[in-house]
């Protein structure tokens, strides 16, 4: 049980009546990344707190680095790295105070963690703000000091929860390379999102949750070929017709917004030959999509 | 217990840094006593006679130091729920630091910025008239008591904090907390004025007791005192109220932050 950084058996939390998470059961090897997807309440953070120590579960149990989380959280504690949910630093303090602050709590000597702290801020393209308030940070730099703050001292079990919700689309790619650069560093971890595009991206492993159960998992090839692949939307008046001439791509039809969704393998070179195919028709508008979280989640809950 | 002490003074540098970034919080705490006292001594205190004689000034001055301890609250209650709401508590209760050390580093800094606010009403007494007429004990021991019942009323505030874990609630309690604790006391008037009912309330307020304990130990006016036992033995009665309010919040606050995500 100990080769595994982090592992849960039938985890659950109850709030009153309501179940925030069920049988959870995980298994993260070192040096892998494990997504947790699902929407606003689907039990992620949840996961997360129990797992961090900050909530203690109602059922099941869960070892973190070989210990539990119920009856040594101390322990736990001291082999865990935590990135909360909104960049939870200090605002009245600056970048590099923030990072000293959690480094010498962490029991660095204080050269050490001078040297780390240097090191972090450059690492994360923060040496210029080091020294301003976080208060005035941007979003993607709160993110990137949050990151840095968890890694003033090595830990072999990260965590990060939502590390790139409400951030623009520069700044999470930003935020995926620093994630990426940390998994190289040996430690296992664990991130929650609610973009399946970003658990594609980091994740060797990702499990999806609703409603507080997991509702699949797997490499995200498989659940990818589970989701099904990319779609065209198509609005036109003449929507029956369309989806006549197209019946043989199995589209699925919405009379009340006057539209088409057609599964597109081929992307671009798809949405091509069914424009020609409905070139006489008019058609409004037209686009190709990646799965959204939503398609994903209709895709494997009604599997 | 070294290890302890070190996150203290790590947590409590913490909040001490704040202070300079918080225009406000600097007016609070170095201003408030500046205009109380004037306000007091000057508007309001023309109008006050000392029931059985001496100088209102000097009266006033040990009630402005009882003041600023209560007045603790709504800024130590603030700054918790703050660290709740942002998710720094959360950060740091997963840290392997002991359990009472983000609580204890909170009040000492508040102690830290009271000792501060207490210096600047020192100044201003000097100012008006006031001075401690006392032996040098006595005087240190004023001081001492109004530190221990501080550091007992921070505690209130960090469980208060812990409890509403929002800012602005926390501010709004606290304030409606500490305004009757301040005017049904006899800081700025003699009790014995008062109506039957609100005075027995203004006899046992422990801010009284505070405030008499501080007239006694540097000699100012008392005014005449009421026939309580709290007011007969100020130093006593301060000293009760303090042990007794470390005893139920100490215990309260480290049970509501141990089980914050229970």
Known sequence: MNSYAVRTEALGRRFGDTDALRDLDLEVAPGTVLGLLGHNGAGKTTAVRILTTLLAPTSGRALVAGRDVATEPGAVRERIAVAGQEASLDERLTGRENLMLLGRLQKLPKRAAVSRCDELLERFGLTDAADRLLGTYSGGMRRRLDLAACLMVRRPVVFLDEPTTGLDPAARADMWGAIADLVTDGAALILTTQYLEEADRLADRIVVLSGGRTVAEGTPAELKRRVGDRRVHLTLDAFEEAARRLSRLEPEVDVRTRSLSVPAPGGPDDLRSMLDALDDLDVEEASLAQPTLDDAFFALTTA | ?262
């Not at chain 2, 705490?29 to 109008?47: Q, R």
């Open chain 2, 1 to 262: 217990m070294i290890a302890t002490l070190n996150e203290v003074r790590l947590l409590s540098g913490r909040s001490l840094r704040h202070i300079p970034r918080i225009p406000e919080k600097v007016f609070g705490t170095l201003l408030m006593p500046l205009v109380f006292v004037l306000l007091f001594a000057y508007v309001f205190g023309s109008a006050i006679d000392v029931p059985g004689g001496g100088d209102y000034h000097e009266y006033l001055v040990s009630g402005i130091f009882a003041q600023a301890m209560i007045g603790t609250i709504p800024g130590i209650a603030v700054g918790v729920a703050s660290d709740i709401r942002s998710g720094l508590m959360d950060r740091l209760r997963a840290l392997p630091i002991s359990r009472g050390s983000v609580v204890a580093g909170r009040t000492v800094a508040e102690l830290v910025e009271l000792i501060a606010g207490t210096l600047v009403t020192v100044a201003c007494g000097l100012i008006v008239g006031w001075a401690p007429h006392g032996s040098v004990l006595e005087t240190l021991g004023a001081f001492g008591l109004l530190i221990v019942m501080a550091f007992a009323v921070t505690w209130a505030g960090v469980w208060l904090g812990l409890m509403v874990r929002d800012p602005d609630g926390a501010d709004g309690i606290a304030m409606s907390i500490i305004f009757p604790m301040m005017f049904l006391s006899g800081i700025f008037v003699p009790v014995g004025g008062l109506p039957d009912g609100l005075r027995q309330i203004a006899e046992w307020n422990p801010v009284t007791a505070l405030a008499t304990a501080c007239r006694d130990l540097f000699g100012s006016p008392t005014g005449i005192v009421p026939d309580v036992w709290p007011l007969q033995h100020p130093i006593l009665a301060s000293l009760a109220w303090a042990a007794a309010l470390l005893a139920i919040f100490v215990p309260l606050s480290v049970r509501r932050y141990r089980s914050l995500g229970y």
